[in-house]
DNA sequence: GTCTATAACCTGATAGAC
DNA sequence: GTCTATCAGGTTATAGAC
Protein backbone atom coordinates (compact mmCIF):
# COMPACT_ATOMS: atom_id res chain seq x y z
CA UNK A 1 0.00 0.00 0.00
CA UNK A 2 3.18 2.32 -0.14
CA UNK A 3 0.99 4.16 -3.45
CA UNK A 4 -1.80 4.77 -1.23
CA UNK A 5 -1.12 8.45 0.75
CA UNK A 6 -3.62 9.58 3.48
CA UNK A 7 -4.75 12.72 2.81
CA UNK A 8 -2.52 14.44 5.23
CA UNK A 9 0.38 13.56 3.25
CA UNK A 10 -0.46 15.23 0.24
CA UNK A 11 0.91 18.77 -0.52
CA UNK A 12 -1.73 22.00 -0.84
CA UNK A 13 -2.09 22.19 -4.39
CA UNK A 14 -2.84 18.20 -4.96
CA UNK A 15 -4.91 18.38 -1.65
CA UNK A 16 -6.84 20.51 -3.37
CA UNK A 17 -6.84 19.09 -6.57
CA UNK A 18 -8.19 15.76 -4.98
CA UNK A 19 -11.16 17.71 -3.13
CA UNK A 20 -12.19 19.52 -6.54
CA UNK A 21 -11.96 15.73 -8.43
CA UNK A 22 -14.45 15.04 -5.78
CA UNK A 23 -16.78 17.44 -5.91
CA UNK A 24 -17.12 18.51 -9.54
CA UNK A 25 -17.38 14.83 -9.96
CA UNK A 26 -20.74 14.56 -7.75
CA UNK A 27 -22.19 17.61 -8.41
CA UNK A 28 -20.69 18.56 -11.99
CA UNK A 29 -19.23 22.07 -12.62
CA UNK A 30 -22.26 24.78 -12.33
CA UNK A 31 -23.36 23.31 -9.16
CA UNK A 32 -20.34 23.29 -7.48
CA UNK A 33 -18.99 26.05 -5.19
CA UNK A 34 -15.63 26.38 -4.88
CA UNK A 35 -16.25 27.16 -0.97
CA UNK A 36 -17.36 23.20 -1.26
CA UNK A 37 -13.94 22.12 -2.71
CA UNK A 38 -11.79 24.34 -0.28
CA UNK A 39 -13.72 22.76 3.01
CA UNK A 40 -13.48 19.52 1.51
CA UNK A 41 -10.01 20.05 1.06
CA UNK A 42 -9.59 21.01 4.48
CA UNK A 43 -7.97 24.71 3.38
CA UNK A 44 -9.30 28.00 3.27
CA UNK A 45 -11.19 29.87 -0.17
CA UNK A 46 -8.04 31.84 -0.78
CA UNK A 47 -5.58 29.39 -1.38
CA UNK A 48 -7.62 27.46 -4.19
CA UNK A 49 -7.03 30.61 -5.93
CA UNK A 50 -3.67 31.37 -4.88
CA UNK A 51 -2.68 27.73 -7.01
CA UNK A 52 -5.21 27.32 -9.48
CA UNK A 53 -5.90 30.76 -9.94
CA UNK A 54 -10.24 29.99 -10.83
CA UNK A 55 -12.30 28.02 -10.71
CA UNK A 56 -12.52 27.29 -14.55
CA UNK A 57 -8.84 26.75 -14.40
CA UNK A 58 -8.86 23.95 -11.86
CA UNK A 59 -12.54 22.63 -14.02
CA UNK A 60 -10.37 21.79 -17.38
CA UNK A 61 -7.38 20.32 -15.34
CA UNK A 62 -9.95 17.61 -13.58
CA UNK A 63 -12.02 17.59 -16.83
CA UNK A 64 -8.92 16.45 -19.08
CA UNK A 65 -7.94 13.66 -16.22
CA UNK A 66 -11.15 12.40 -15.84
CA UNK A 67 -11.35 12.19 -20.11
CA UNK A 68 -7.85 10.30 -19.88
CA UNK A 69 -9.21 8.06 -17.79
CA UNK A 70 -12.54 7.47 -19.60
CA UNK A 71 -11.22 7.12 -23.35
CA UNK A 72 -7.02 6.55 -22.73
CA UNK A 73 -7.46 3.31 -21.49
CA UNK A 74 -8.61 1.78 -24.65
CA UNK A 75 -5.57 2.77 -27.05
CA UNK A 76 -3.45 0.60 -26.23
CA UNK A 77 -6.14 -2.15 -26.31
CA UNK A 78 -7.11 -0.97 -29.49
CA UNK A 79 -3.71 -0.41 -31.40
CA UNK A 80 -2.07 -3.56 -30.44
CA UNK A 81 -1.14 -5.15 -33.39
CA UNK A 82 -0.58 -8.63 -32.14
CA UNK A 83 -3.93 -9.59 -30.31
CA UNK A 84 -6.92 -10.84 -32.68
CA UNK A 85 -10.40 -9.07 -32.83
CA UNK A 86 -12.33 -11.33 -30.63
CA UNK A 87 -8.80 -10.91 -28.27
CA UNK A 88 -9.37 -7.16 -27.81
CA UNK A 89 -13.26 -7.43 -27.96
CA UNK A 90 -12.90 -9.57 -24.83
CA UNK A 91 -10.07 -7.31 -23.32
CA UNK A 92 -12.45 -3.83 -24.05
CA UNK A 93 -15.27 -5.38 -22.03
CA UNK A 94 -12.92 -6.48 -19.15
CA UNK A 95 -11.18 -3.51 -19.03
CA UNK A 96 -14.52 -0.84 -18.95
CA UNK A 97 -16.90 -2.53 -16.92
CA UNK A 98 -14.11 -3.15 -14.34
CA UNK A 99 -13.13 0.50 -14.37
CA UNK A 100 -16.38 1.96 -14.46
CA UNK A 101 -17.26 -0.70 -11.08
CA UNK A 102 -14.64 1.59 -9.75
CA UNK A 103 -16.07 4.81 -11.20
CA UNK A 104 -19.42 4.15 -12.00
CA UNK A 105 -19.61 8.30 -12.13
CA UNK A 106 -17.10 8.34 -14.74
CA UNK A 107 -19.11 8.43 -17.58
CA UNK A 108 -22.20 10.72 -16.80
CA UNK A 109 -20.18 13.47 -15.56
CA UNK A 110 -17.62 13.28 -19.11
CA UNK A 111 -20.47 13.35 -20.81
CA UNK A 112 -22.72 16.00 -19.38
CA UNK A 113 -19.94 18.14 -18.59
CA UNK A 114 -18.70 17.81 -22.37
CA UNK A 115 -21.99 19.22 -23.70
CA UNK A 116 -22.28 22.08 -21.11
CA UNK A 117 -18.68 23.23 -20.46
CA UNK A 118 -15.84 21.66 -22.48
CA UNK A 119 -17.19 20.74 -25.68
CA UNK A 120 -13.64 22.87 -26.55
CA UNK A 121 -11.75 20.20 -24.70
CA UNK A 122 -12.86 16.69 -27.13
CA UNK A 123 -10.06 18.40 -29.66
CA UNK A 124 -7.33 18.00 -27.31
CA UNK A 125 -7.76 14.24 -26.79
CA UNK A 126 -6.54 12.82 -30.29
CA UNK A 127 -8.55 9.94 -29.73
CA UNK A 128 -10.33 10.45 -32.97
CA UNK A 129 -6.89 9.89 -35.45
CA UNK A 130 -5.66 6.91 -33.29
CA UNK A 131 -8.95 5.02 -33.34
CA UNK A 132 -9.69 5.20 -36.70
CA UNK A 133 -5.76 4.10 -37.56
CA UNK A 134 -5.95 1.02 -35.15
CA UNK A 135 -5.65 -2.35 -35.62
CA UNK A 136 -9.05 -2.90 -34.48
CA UNK A 137 -10.48 -0.61 -36.81
CA UNK A 138 -8.50 -2.20 -39.79
CA UNK A 139 -10.13 -5.75 -38.24
CA UNK A 140 -13.43 -4.58 -38.10
CA UNK A 141 -13.51 -3.48 -41.74
CA UNK A 142 -11.76 -6.56 -43.11
CA UNK A 143 -14.21 -8.60 -41.19
CA UNK A 144 -17.36 -6.62 -42.03
CA UNK A 145 -16.45 -4.34 -44.83
CA UNK A 146 -20.13 -3.73 -45.38
CA UNK A 147 -20.50 -2.02 -41.99
CA UNK A 148 -18.92 1.03 -40.95
CA UNK A 149 -16.48 0.00 -38.41
CA UNK A 150 -17.95 2.72 -35.67
CA UNK A 151 -21.02 0.75 -35.60
CA UNK A 152 -19.54 -1.93 -33.53
CA UNK A 153 -17.24 0.97 -31.56
CA UNK A 154 -20.53 2.19 -30.41
CA UNK A 155 -21.78 -1.51 -29.26
CA UNK A 156 -18.90 -2.11 -27.73
CA UNK A 157 -18.77 0.91 -25.44
CA UNK A 158 -22.76 1.24 -25.43
CA UNK A 159 -22.89 -2.11 -23.73
CA UNK A 160 -20.57 -1.82 -21.56
CA UNK A 161 -20.86 2.23 -20.45
CA UNK A 162 -24.49 2.89 -21.21
CA UNK A 163 -25.33 0.52 -17.81
CA UNK A 164 -23.08 2.84 -15.86
CA UNK A 165 -24.98 6.39 -17.55
CA UNK A 166 -28.33 4.99 -16.24
CA UNK A 167 -27.49 3.28 -13.34
CA UNK A 168 -30.11 5.15 -11.53
CA UNK A 169 -32.57 4.46 -13.77
CA UNK A 170 -31.20 0.44 -13.92
CA UNK A 171 -31.06 0.31 -10.17
CA UNK A 172 -34.93 1.39 -9.74
CA UNK A 173 -36.44 -0.57 -12.86
CA UNK A 174 -35.21 -3.72 -11.93
CA UNK A 175 -35.42 -3.32 -8.28
CA UNK A 176 -31.71 -3.65 -7.32
CA UNK A 177 -29.62 -2.96 -4.97
CA UNK A 178 -25.74 -1.90 -5.02
CA UNK A 179 -24.89 -5.22 -4.91
CA UNK A 180 -27.15 -6.93 -7.28
CA UNK A 181 -25.97 -4.16 -9.63
CA UNK A 182 -22.43 -4.98 -9.33
CA UNK A 183 -23.22 -8.64 -10.06
CA UNK A 184 -24.85 -7.77 -12.88
CA UNK A 185 -22.03 -6.15 -14.61
CA UNK A 186 -20.14 -8.87 -13.69
CA UNK A 187 -22.41 -11.47 -15.50
CA UNK A 188 -21.86 -8.53 -19.21
CA UNK A 189 -18.18 -9.02 -18.85
CA UNK A 190 -19.25 -12.88 -20.38
CA UNK A 191 -22.03 -12.21 -22.17
CA UNK A 192 -20.57 -8.75 -24.10
CA UNK A 193 -18.04 -10.55 -26.01
CA UNK A 194 -20.18 -13.08 -27.13
CA UNK A 195 -23.34 -10.85 -28.18
CA UNK A 196 -20.02 -8.64 -30.38
CA UNK A 197 -18.83 -11.94 -31.71
CA UNK A 198 -22.47 -13.26 -33.06
CA UNK A 199 -22.86 -9.55 -34.72
CA UNK A 200 -20.29 -9.56 -36.65
CA UNK A 201 -21.01 -13.03 -37.83
CA UNK A 202 -24.94 -11.27 -38.55
CA UNK A 203 -25.51 -11.20 -42.08
CA UNK B 1 -50.73 22.75 -38.71
CA UNK B 2 -53.68 23.53 -35.78
CA UNK B 3 -51.97 22.16 -33.28
CA UNK B 4 -48.63 24.25 -33.92
CA UNK B 5 -49.11 27.73 -32.06
CA UNK B 6 -46.58 30.36 -32.55
CA UNK B 7 -44.87 31.45 -29.80
CA UNK B 8 -46.68 34.83 -29.72
CA UNK B 9 -50.57 33.06 -29.70
CA UNK B 10 -49.35 30.87 -26.23
CA UNK B 11 -50.44 32.24 -22.77
CA UNK B 12 -48.02 33.64 -20.33
CA UNK B 13 -48.16 30.76 -17.82
CA UNK B 14 -47.44 28.01 -21.24
CA UNK B 15 -44.92 30.62 -22.98
CA UNK B 16 -42.57 30.62 -19.38
CA UNK B 17 -42.39 26.91 -19.65
CA UNK B 18 -41.59 26.31 -23.28
CA UNK B 19 -39.08 28.99 -22.65
CA UNK B 20 -37.75 26.79 -19.32
CA UNK B 21 -37.95 23.73 -21.41
CA UNK B 22 -35.56 25.28 -24.27
CA UNK B 23 -33.28 26.93 -21.21
CA UNK B 24 -33.24 23.70 -18.61
CA UNK B 25 -32.30 21.41 -21.21
CA UNK B 26 -29.64 23.68 -23.14
CA UNK B 27 -27.98 24.16 -19.72
CA UNK B 28 -29.18 22.02 -17.16
CA UNK B 29 -30.37 22.69 -13.38
CA UNK B 30 -28.06 24.37 -11.96
CA UNK B 31 -26.09 26.12 -14.77
CA UNK B 32 -29.76 27.89 -15.67
CA UNK B 33 -30.82 31.48 -14.25
CA UNK B 34 -34.30 32.13 -13.65
CA UNK B 35 -33.63 35.44 -16.05
CA UNK B 36 -32.51 33.57 -18.45
CA UNK B 37 -36.22 32.09 -19.07
CA UNK B 38 -37.36 34.75 -18.52
CA UNK B 39 -35.58 36.73 -21.22
CA UNK B 40 -36.32 33.35 -23.68
CA UNK B 41 -39.93 34.11 -22.93
CA UNK B 42 -40.32 37.40 -23.29
CA UNK B 43 -41.32 38.39 -20.26
CA UNK B 44 -40.45 39.56 -16.72
CA UNK B 45 -38.86 37.86 -14.00
CA UNK B 46 -41.33 38.27 -11.68
CA UNK B 47 -43.68 36.76 -13.83
CA UNK B 48 -42.14 33.48 -13.73
CA UNK B 49 -42.22 33.23 -9.70
CA UNK B 50 -45.97 34.65 -9.99
CA UNK B 51 -47.08 31.28 -11.99
CA UNK B 52 -44.59 29.06 -10.96
CA UNK B 53 -43.46 29.88 -7.18
CA UNK B 54 -39.82 29.24 -7.58
CA UNK B 55 -37.22 28.04 -9.95
CA UNK B 56 -37.09 24.29 -8.75
CA UNK B 57 -40.96 23.80 -8.98
CA UNK B 58 -40.56 25.04 -12.35
CA UNK B 59 -37.68 22.58 -13.29
CA UNK B 60 -39.84 19.66 -11.41
CA UNK B 61 -42.55 19.89 -13.84
CA UNK B 62 -40.29 20.33 -17.18
CA UNK B 63 -38.56 16.96 -15.75
CA UNK B 64 -41.62 14.89 -15.41
CA UNK B 65 -42.24 15.50 -18.83
CA UNK B 66 -39.07 15.02 -20.06
CA UNK B 67 -38.90 11.87 -18.36
CA UNK B 68 -41.78 10.89 -19.42
CA UNK B 69 -40.78 11.67 -23.33
CA UNK B 70 -37.79 9.60 -22.74
CA UNK B 71 -39.49 6.33 -20.67
CA UNK B 72 -43.07 6.45 -20.82
CA UNK B 73 -42.99 6.20 -25.06
CA UNK B 74 -42.06 2.57 -24.36
CA UNK B 75 -44.52 1.28 -22.31
CA UNK B 76 -47.37 1.19 -25.05
CA UNK B 77 -44.79 -1.55 -27.43
CA UNK B 78 -43.58 -3.25 -24.00
CA UNK B 79 -47.16 -4.35 -23.23
CA UNK B 80 -48.74 -5.51 -25.98
CA UNK B 81 -49.65 -9.37 -25.63
CA UNK B 82 -50.52 -9.47 -29.68
CA UNK B 83 -47.00 -8.08 -30.58
CA UNK B 84 -43.71 -11.00 -30.58
CA UNK B 85 -40.82 -10.52 -29.37
CA UNK B 86 -39.13 -10.06 -32.61
CA UNK B 87 -42.11 -7.13 -33.61
CA UNK B 88 -41.48 -5.43 -30.31
CA UNK B 89 -37.76 -5.31 -30.66
CA UNK B 90 -37.97 -3.51 -33.65
CA UNK B 91 -40.62 -0.81 -32.66
CA UNK B 92 -38.92 -0.05 -29.72
CA UNK B 93 -35.63 0.30 -32.28
CA UNK B 94 -37.10 2.61 -34.50
CA UNK B 95 -38.85 4.32 -31.63
CA UNK B 96 -36.17 5.21 -29.52
CA UNK B 97 -34.13 5.87 -33.22
CA UNK B 98 -36.79 8.57 -34.66
CA UNK B 99 -37.68 10.17 -31.28
CA UNK B 100 -34.52 10.63 -30.37
CA UNK B 101 -33.13 12.22 -33.61
CA UNK B 102 -35.66 14.75 -33.47
CA UNK B 103 -34.78 15.49 -29.52
CA UNK B 104 -30.94 14.64 -29.52
CA UNK B 105 -30.56 16.45 -25.80
CA UNK B 106 -33.32 14.60 -24.15
CA UNK B 107 -31.32 11.68 -22.88
CA UNK B 108 -28.04 13.56 -21.54
CA UNK B 109 -30.41 15.53 -19.92
CA UNK B 110 -32.69 13.14 -17.97
CA UNK B 111 -29.98 11.34 -16.85
CA UNK B 112 -27.30 13.44 -15.98
CA UNK B 113 -30.16 15.88 -13.73
CA UNK B 114 -31.55 12.70 -12.56
CA UNK B 115 -28.27 11.73 -10.95
CA UNK B 116 -27.94 15.55 -9.56
CA UNK B 117 -31.20 17.19 -8.71
CA UNK B 118 -33.65 14.24 -9.15
CA UNK B 119 -32.95 11.31 -8.17
CA UNK B 120 -36.19 11.55 -5.95
CA UNK B 121 -38.53 11.65 -9.07
CA UNK B 122 -37.51 8.40 -10.57
CA UNK B 123 -40.35 6.53 -7.94
CA UNK B 124 -43.11 9.02 -9.72
CA UNK B 125 -43.00 6.77 -12.82
CA UNK B 126 -44.28 3.88 -12.37
CA UNK B 127 -42.00 2.00 -15.01
CA UNK B 128 -40.30 -0.28 -12.88
CA UNK B 129 -43.61 -2.17 -11.93
CA UNK B 130 -44.93 -2.22 -15.83
CA UNK B 131 -41.61 -3.41 -17.33
CA UNK B 132 -41.22 -6.05 -14.85
CA UNK B 133 -44.69 -7.39 -15.64
CA UNK B 134 -44.70 -6.51 -19.46
CA UNK B 135 -45.27 -9.23 -22.15
CA UNK B 136 -41.75 -8.08 -23.35
CA UNK B 137 -40.26 -9.72 -20.17
CA UNK B 138 -42.15 -12.65 -20.19
CA UNK B 139 -41.54 -13.33 -23.74
CA UNK B 140 -37.71 -12.70 -23.09
CA UNK B 141 -37.71 -15.01 -20.06
CA UNK B 142 -39.83 -17.46 -22.14
CA UNK B 143 -36.78 -17.15 -24.96
CA UNK B 144 -33.85 -17.31 -23.01
CA UNK B 145 -34.50 -18.48 -19.30
CA UNK B 146 -31.16 -18.43 -18.44
CA UNK B 147 -30.24 -14.79 -18.73
CA UNK B 148 -31.94 -12.08 -16.60
CA UNK B 149 -34.09 -10.21 -18.94
CA UNK B 150 -32.92 -6.44 -17.34
CA UNK B 151 -29.73 -7.44 -20.04
CA UNK B 152 -31.68 -7.46 -22.87
CA UNK B 153 -33.91 -4.23 -22.06
CA UNK B 154 -30.34 -2.79 -21.33
CA UNK B 155 -28.83 -3.79 -24.70
CA UNK B 156 -31.91 -2.69 -26.83
CA UNK B 157 -32.36 0.70 -24.72
CA UNK B 158 -28.10 1.06 -24.56
CA UNK B 159 -27.81 0.22 -28.41
CA UNK B 160 -30.25 2.99 -29.21
CA UNK B 161 -29.75 5.73 -26.28
CA UNK B 162 -26.04 5.38 -26.28
CA UNK B 163 -25.12 6.99 -29.47
CA UNK B 164 -27.01 10.01 -28.50
CA UNK B 165 -25.63 10.63 -24.78
CA UNK B 166 -22.09 10.32 -26.66
CA UNK B 167 -23.17 12.30 -29.48
CA UNK B 168 -20.23 14.83 -29.61
CA UNK B 169 -17.22 12.30 -28.48
CA UNK B 170 -18.92 10.07 -31.52
CA UNK B 171 -18.43 12.85 -34.09
CA UNK B 172 -15.57 13.99 -32.70
CA UNK B 173 -13.90 10.76 -33.35
CA UNK B 174 -15.51 9.59 -36.66
CA UNK B 175 -14.99 12.83 -38.52
CA UNK B 176 -19.04 13.06 -38.60
CA UNK B 177 -21.06 16.16 -39.66
CA UNK B 178 -24.73 16.16 -37.84
CA UNK B 179 -26.30 15.09 -41.56
CA UNK B 180 -23.84 11.96 -40.89
CA UNK B 181 -24.44 11.14 -37.40
CA UNK B 182 -28.44 11.19 -38.58
CA UNK B 183 -27.36 8.71 -41.26
CA UNK B 184 -25.51 6.38 -38.91
CA UNK B 185 -28.52 6.38 -36.57
CA UNK B 186 -31.03 5.52 -39.80
CA UNK B 187 -28.53 2.70 -40.46
CA UNK B 188 -29.16 1.65 -37.15
CA UNK B 189 -32.59 0.89 -37.34
CA UNK B 190 -32.36 -1.95 -39.56
CA UNK B 191 -29.09 -3.47 -37.91
CA UNK B 192 -30.71 -3.28 -34.18
CA UNK B 193 -32.96 -6.11 -34.20
CA UNK B 194 -31.12 -7.97 -36.28
CA UNK B 195 -28.18 -7.87 -33.62
CA UNK B 196 -30.85 -8.13 -31.14
CA UNK B 197 -31.95 -11.46 -32.41
CA UNK B 198 -28.52 -13.01 -32.97
CA UNK B 199 -28.06 -12.26 -29.31
CA UNK B 200 -30.84 -13.63 -27.88
CA UNK B 201 -30.02 -17.11 -30.33
CA UNK B 202 -26.53 -17.24 -28.96
CA UNK B 203 -25.53 -19.87 -26.39
C1' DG C 1 2.10 29.81 1.85
C1' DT C 2 -1.76 30.59 4.53
C1' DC C 3 -5.08 33.14 6.65
C1' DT C 4 -9.16 36.87 7.45
C1' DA C 5 -11.80 40.29 5.52
C1' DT C 6 -14.00 42.23 1.91
C1' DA C 7 -14.82 43.84 -2.76
C1' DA C 8 -17.66 43.28 -6.72
C1' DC C 9 -20.96 40.95 -8.75
C1' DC C 10 -24.76 37.57 -9.39
C1' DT C 11 -29.07 35.15 -8.23
C1' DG C 12 -33.69 33.82 -6.56
C1' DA C 13 -37.44 35.85 -4.82
C1' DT C 14 -40.67 39.59 -3.35
C1' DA C 15 -42.86 44.30 -2.52
C1' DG C 16 -45.61 47.44 -4.41
C1' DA C 17 -47.19 50.53 -8.29
C1' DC C 18 -50.11 50.25 -12.28
C1' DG D 1 -51.52 40.05 -14.72
C1' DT D 2 -47.55 42.57 -15.54
C1' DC D 3 -44.14 45.64 -14.61
C1' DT D 4 -39.87 48.18 -12.06
C1' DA D 5 -37.14 48.32 -8.17
C1' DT D 6 -34.95 46.18 -4.66
C1' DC D 7 -33.81 42.97 -0.87
C1' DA D 8 -31.22 39.32 1.19
C1' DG D 9 -28.10 36.16 0.58
C1' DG D 10 -24.66 33.75 -2.07
C1' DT D 11 -20.49 33.47 -5.20
C1' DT D 12 -15.89 34.17 -7.27
C1' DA D 13 -11.91 36.38 -6.69
C1' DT D 14 -8.53 39.48 -4.48
C1' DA D 15 -6.19 42.65 -1.04
C1' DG D 16 -3.39 42.68 2.64
C1' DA D 17 -1.77 41.00 7.29
C1' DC D 18 1.04 37.40 9.16
Redesign the interface.
Known sequence: MINKKSTEDLSTEEKIKEAARTVFMK?????TRTRDIAEEAGINLALLNYYFRSKEKLFEIVMMEKMQKL?GGLVGIVTDNDTTLEKKIELLTIYYIDMLTQNP?LP?FV??E???NG?HL??SLP??NV??QSALFKQLQVNRPD??P??F???I???T???F??K???Q????LNPKDFET?ME??KK?IP??I???L??K
Not at 27 to 31: I, M, N, P
Not at 172 to 175: E, T
Open positions: KGYSAFDILSLRNEIKIGLQINLHIINLGSIFPVAPMIAVGNMERLRWRSMQT
